[in-house]
């Protein structure tokens, strides 16, 4: 069951939306502050989905963050940037933004950040942008889920088989992994509601909806490998597909309608 307070926890994000975006305008963030407008965005879009069980709102305000990611990235020194904290880049291929999600990948930071994240952690996602964006070739791929392997001295193993899944185009073991995925997610969700290391504000609708599994599931479709209609943490009604022509401009106003 949802949290009762997901109306006020969507507030809580416009409220931070509305101090944080004309300081945005202005200044060139750091990578922690365009995160942190880009958590926004995505909190009061799935919040309203989990609201209303309509979708336009998500994919308004998945455009709104993978917006300002790419801005941030068009202006950001390459030591700020860390190609793991990806979710920005999975709005925008959750959204079907594709020409921004070709563009973060084409400025995203393509050599690991060893102060600001795990190697393994950024090579899943380098493995995502190489493949479905920036055209690498088969022995490239399965030469980053090898590195991935020696990173996380075979931990992980969901993200390997996820990779391996793209590229042998296997559409059982693809759904098998992205299910370990969301398996592995929840029960870390729940150690840290556990443990209180992670806000309610963020528990009450992260724990519905998984902005990484959802754009896993969009690249799926992308290359054609069919998926089931039902996963945990991914709300069906969001995977309609989505109709918006994605603005660039579109984070810097608070309530931008396309």
């Excluded at 996602?125 to 490239?140: Q, R």
């Excluded at 528990?203 to 089931?228: C, Q, V």
Aim: hydrophobic residues 40%; glycine residues 4%.
């Amino acid at each position: 069951m949802s949290s009762p307070y997901l109306e006020d926890y969507k507030e809580n994000a416009e409220y931070e939306l509305e101090i944080a975006l004309p300081i945005a305008i202005k200044e060139t963030l750091t990578n922690m502050q365009a995160q942190s407008v880009c958590m926004y965005f995505r909190q009061r879009g799935a919040c309203e989905l989990l609201l209303t069980g309509e979708p336009d709102a998500l994919y308004v305000n998945l455009m709104q963050s993978a917006a300002l990611h790419q801005h941030y990235l068009h202006f950001a020194p390459e030591n700020d940037k860390v190609t793991s904290r990806a979710m920005p880049f999975y709005d925008a291929i959750g959204g079907g933004y594709w020409e921004c999600a070709e563009d973060i990948a084409k400025h995203s930071r393509l050599t690991w950040n060893q102060k600001h994240e795990l190697e393994e952690d950024f090579l899943f996602v380098l493995f995502i942008i190489k493949h479905f964006f920036l055209g690498a070739d088969e022995d490239e791929c399965r030469s980053i889920i090898e590195r991935h392997n020696d990173a996380a001295e075979g931990a992980d193993s969901e993200y390997r088989d996820v990779c391996e899944a793209f590229l042998d185009e296997d559409s059982d073991a693809l759904h098998d992994a992205i299910c370990a995925l969301l398996g592995v997610r929840a029960a870390r969700l729940d150690k840290m509601a556990e443990n209180e290391s992670l806000p309610d504000e963020i528990l009450a609708w992260s724990r519905y909806f998984s902005i990484e599994a959802f754009a896993l599931l969009r690249l799926a479709e992308k290359k054609g490998i069919k998926t089931a209609i039902n996963y945990s943490q991914i709300p069906e009604v969001a995977r309609k597909s989505p109709g918006f022509k994605f603005e660039p401009d579109s984070w810097k106003s608070l309530h931008f309608a396309p």
